[in-house]
Structure formats: structure tokens, C-alpha cells
């Protein structure tokens, strides 16, 4: 977070690096969407947070720092990963890797020794008993990825599309959201 003072008493606030800013005053904020007191507060105990007015972004500046962001993302989505069952599964590249490594060998014809164990993203075990489950997860890995991918994909190209900065926030918020990071 950060805040600029004027001094008329209104407050500039910023909660996020890719998205604009919003004046803060008890005139201007008839919805009291933020707390002017509690803005004026966080001022006086972090003035780190503290700066001098912010210069409005160009949509061009607010598209390249969204885009920036959305990219940032989708390692950490991946890792975050899909539910199978009750345990949350990791779908980074490696992951991806290790999953590809089992159905080339089952494939194959290598013999690969069910059940196989695999850890969750809270390090606990999951027993995968035989080929079909196996092929199960693997296609809800793969599921999740082509989903994430289409996601990123769709909202790179919303943003690039973006003619009002407005616009971009909203987008880069829905997919935010979605993914919960």
C-alpha cells in the first residue's frame, strides 16, 4: 500500500503496482469505501508508505504492468495447483515432468510399481493404486494447465485489447480472483 497527502486532507491511495489509484476524502467518497481516518493512521505509522503524489500511468504504462503481472502469476498458479480429491496437487513443470515420466513408462510397457506415491502440495502422500487412476490424474493435471494456459491467454489478450485504463484493472482482479493469488 501506498499513500500520497495533499493537503487539502485527501488521500491518494494505492493497493496495488498494477492498477490505478484511488482519491480518498470524506467529500469524494460518499460510498465510504475506505476509511479516511484508518488511511491517515496507516500514514502516520508506516511512513514508508508515504509518498509524493502519484503520477497518473498511461494505458500503454498500466498494459505492460499488467501483462507483467499476469506472467508473474502463472508460475505461482501452477504450483498452487488443482484439487484431486481432498489434497491440493501441485501442477508446476516439474510435476508436469514427473507425471509425463510415469505414462511414457506405462506406455511403454515398463513396469511401474502401483500404487505410486505422489506428494501433496502440504507434503503429505497420496497413493495412486493402479494404471487407470493414474491416467485419471494425469488427465486432471493436464485439464488444470490447458485451463490456467487459456485463462492467462484470454486475459493477455483482454488487457492488450484495454482502450480505457478502468478497463485493465477489473481484469487483472477477475483473474486474481479465479486462481486465488
Not at 470524506?26 to 514508508?48: C, M, R, V
Not at 498458479?77 to 501441485?90: A, P, V
Not at 485451463?147 to 477489473?170: G, L, N, S, Y
Request: proline fraction near 7%; avoid cysteine.
Amino acid at each position: 500500500m501506498k499513500l500520497a497527502l495533499r493537503e487539502d486532507g485527501t488521500v491518494i491511495y494505492k493497493d496495488s503496482p498494477y492498477g490505478p489509484y484511488h482519491v480518498v476524502s470524506k467529500d469524494i467518497d460518499p460510498n465510504n469505501k475506505y476509511d479516511l481516518e484508518e488511511l491517515l493512521q496507516h500514514a502516520q505509522g508506516y511512513p514508508e508508505d508515504v509518498v509524493p503524489e502519484f503520477e497518473p500511468l498511461t494505458i500503454q504504462q498500466l498494459t505492460s504492468v499488467s501483462l507483467t503481472s499476469i506472467e508473474t502469476l502463472l508460475p505461482i498458479i501452477l504450483e498452487k495447483g488443482f484439487m484431486y480429491g481432498t489434497d491440493h496437487i501441485q501442477a508446476d513443470p516439474v510435476a508436469q515432468q514427473n507425471a509425463t515420466g510415469f505414462l511414457t513408462a506405462i506406455s511403454s510397457g515398463v513396469p511401474v510399481p502401483f500404487p505410486i506415491e505422489w506428494r501433496t502440495k502440504a507434503n503429505t502422500s497420496v497413493f495412486i493404486p493402479d494404471v487407470d487412476s493414474f491416467k485419471m490424474f494425469s488427465a486432471m493435471m493436464l485439464q488444470f494447465v490447458q485451463q490456467v494456459f487459456h485463462d492467462t491467454w484470454k486475459v493477455k489478450d483482454d488487457i492488450r485489447v484495454a482502450t480505457e485504463i478502468d478497463a485493465i484493472e477489473p481484469i487483472v482482479k477477475s483473474y486474481r480472483d479465479k486462481y486465488g493469488v
